[in-house]
């Protein structure tokens, strides 16, 4: 083979793969990314609070309304476990405060709250939050309505925190101070995702 007609398949193999590149690129889609706040398992259907940052270090669940998505057909397209739903957006340490999503309004509810304790640094393996015994992650938050507390666990910030709130507020389901879990849906089509990621599941976020 002559240097021109190796040049030449040089040139169409490099183009050959810039197209397979960009065909891929285009199987994506588009993207959406957030918490998750209502699973049905029956339905396949995914509801989450949008992550308007979309950084792994510092999300911002702040988009209204919610996403509702159907779950991908093939469980080909679908990475990690079935979505944990839960209403706590962020907890704030710094003005002691926990943001939760109330569908009874559907807004954003700022609950004010007292601290009784907090520790920091608490990796998921720790034994506050892991039970060695059984080798799973120990069930959180614990609401002692005869204490008046609720300890919540948040891995991604590494904070074990047990506080009190208004009295009002201890009847809310567990649910309200819980997180749900973090994923990722590709689509191209709104409403039809055609991959779903559980990036908590999955350790993509950690």
């Given at each position: 083979?002559?240097?021109?007609?190796?040049g030449?398949?040089?040139?169409?193999?490099?183009?050959?793969?810039?197209?397979?590149?960009?065909?891929?690129?285009?199987?994506?889609?588009?993207?959406?990314?957030?918490?998750?706040?209502?699973?049905?398992?029956?339905?396949k259907?995914v509801?989450?609070?949008?992550?308007v940052?979309a950084?792994?270090?510092?999300?911002?669940?702040?988009?209204?309304?919610p996403?509702?998505?159907?779950?991908?057909?093939?469980?080909?397209?679908i990475?990690?476990?079935?979505p944990?739903?839960?209403?706590?957006?962020?907890?704030?340490t710094?003005?002691?405060?926990?943001i939760?999503?109330?569908p009874?309004?559907?807004?954003?509810?700022?609950?004010?709250?007292?601290?009784?304790?907090?520790?920091?640094?608490?990796?998921?393996?720790?034994?506050?939050?892991?039970?060695?015994?059984?080798?799973?992650?120990?069930?959180?938050?614990?609401i002692?309505?005869?204490?008046?507390?609720i300890?919540i666990?948040?891995?991604?910030?590494?904070?074990?925190s047990?506080?009190?709130v208004?009295?009002?507020?201890?009847?809310?389901?567990?649910?309200a101070?819980?997180a749900?879990?973090e994923?990722?849906?590709?689509?191209?089509?709104?409403?039809?995702?055609?991959?779903?990621?559980?990036?908590t599941?999955?350790?993509?976020n950690k």
């Amino acid at each position: 083979m002559t240097m021109i007609r190796k040049g030449m398949l040089g040139v169409i193999l490099c183009f050959l793969a810039l197209f397979i590149v960009a065909s891929c690129g285009k199987d994506i889609g588009k993207v959406d990314q957030g918490r998750v706040i209502e699973y049905d398992s029956e339905k396949k259907i995914v509801t989450f609070v949008r992550d308007v940052k979309a950084d792994p270090g510092s999300p911002d669940f702040t988009h209204l309304p919610p996403l509702t998505y159907e779950m991908p057909k093939d469980r080909a397209d679908i990475s990690g476990a079935e979505p944990a739903a839960g209403y706590r957006m962020k907890l704030d340490t710094k003005n002691n405060q926990v943001i939760i999503y109330d569908p009874a309004v559907k807004n954003f509810v700022v609950i004010a709250y007292k601290l009784i304790s907090q520790k920091d640094f608490v990796d998921r393996n720790d034994p506050l939050v892991f039970d060695g015994a059984s080798k799973k992650p120990r069930q959180f938050p614990i609401i002692d309505k005869d204490k008046k507390t609720i300890t919540i666990y948040s891995r991604r910030q590494k904070i074990l925190s047990t506080f009190t709130v208004p009295d009002e507020y201890f009847a809310l389901p567990a649910k309200a101070w819980d997180a749900g879990d973090e994923v990722r849906v590709h689509y191209r089509q709104d409403g039809k995702a055609l991959k779903f990621i559980n990036l908590t599941r999955t350790d993509i976020n950690k």
